[in-house]
């Protein structure tokens, strides 16, 4: 049995800064507005043409591969969290295979959307304990701009969400003291509608029943959320799946060196903070700059909070998150 580490970080965002102001002249909203709410100043969108969901994921990953000493030669497995593919089918994650230029090694592409990078954590370090492989690539990456319902009808979501990628290698670890501890997953499909997008969806509204209806009020293809309902449930499944954590170390609240949570809303971070009573410096956050990026916010966060020599050797980490399904994890890390 071994533990798996990570041997390198890396994270992408588009050139294009978009700012609340810039929101305000084609939504009807504020920058006020928006940061009472969300906390967030500004993201990053494409510029159509320039960036995928695939495009950035394998920029961060280049990053990320040069960071590790791992030669690509060497990588034996892809896990490409998203819930934004460049194509319905296949995932993107046969496509970074491709452009990276890697060995005909397995991809696996995850969607569990916030979580998904939490997801696919867990899937890549199940597979190196087990000895089957030794370095395995692992991508969180979203393009949420080109998706959203620009106009004032849709502010309440198109307002929180940005593109961007993040990206990590895996690899083994012969130290069980060091390296990912364990991870935490769960799920609850009975909210599922509550942060969805049904259309288009063999089971609901497919391209075809859209195009012959041509309605230009059907909303089921931009996302849909309801704001309250899932901030009330994430504030309770954060802090439960991080106590899951802890306890299954046996840890307590005082060893975490860095939590970084998924960025959501920096209003969800900021309770989570205040109820296990960490400092600014024991979290991490950035949605200020990138908004809402979904897979790709951990990675992103991991790898500034890691560059900026916020996160160093024997420190504890924590990462968690909630979002859409509903699906929420958590995973320890002794780095």
Known sequence: MYHSKIAGLGFYVPSNVVTN??????????????????????RRHIIRGEDTTTSMGVKAAEIAIERSGVAKEDIDFVVFATLSPDYYFPGPGVLVQRDLGLRTVGALDVRNQCSGFIYALSVADQYIKTGMYKN???IGSEVHST??????????????????????VLSREEDLTKGILSTHLHSEGQHAEELALV????????VTDIIADNDPNDESYYPHMNGQFVFKNAVVRFAE??????????LQVSDIDMLIPHQANLRISQFIQKKFGLTDDQVYNNIQK????????????LTEAWEQGKIKSGDTVVLAA??????????????
């Open 21 to 42: 102001d810039d929101l305000s002249k084609i939504i009807d909203t504020n920058d006020e507005w928006i940061q009472e709410r969300t906390g967030i100043q500004e």
């Open 147 to 168: 998706g959203l319902d620009m106009t004032s009808r849709g502010r309440g979501v198109s307002v929180i969400f940005g593109d961007g990628a993040g990206a990590a």
């Open 290 to 301: 990138y908004g809402n990026t979904t897979a790709a916010s951990i990675p992103i966060a």
């Open 322 to 335: 909630f979002g859409s399904g509903f699906t929420w994890g958590s995973a320890i890390i002794k780095w």
């Open 199 to 206: 259309a288009p969806g063999m089971g609901a509204r497919w």
């Open 241 to 250: 799946v991080i106590n899951e954590g802890l306890q299954a170390n046996n």
């Open 136 to 138: 395995v690539l692992i």
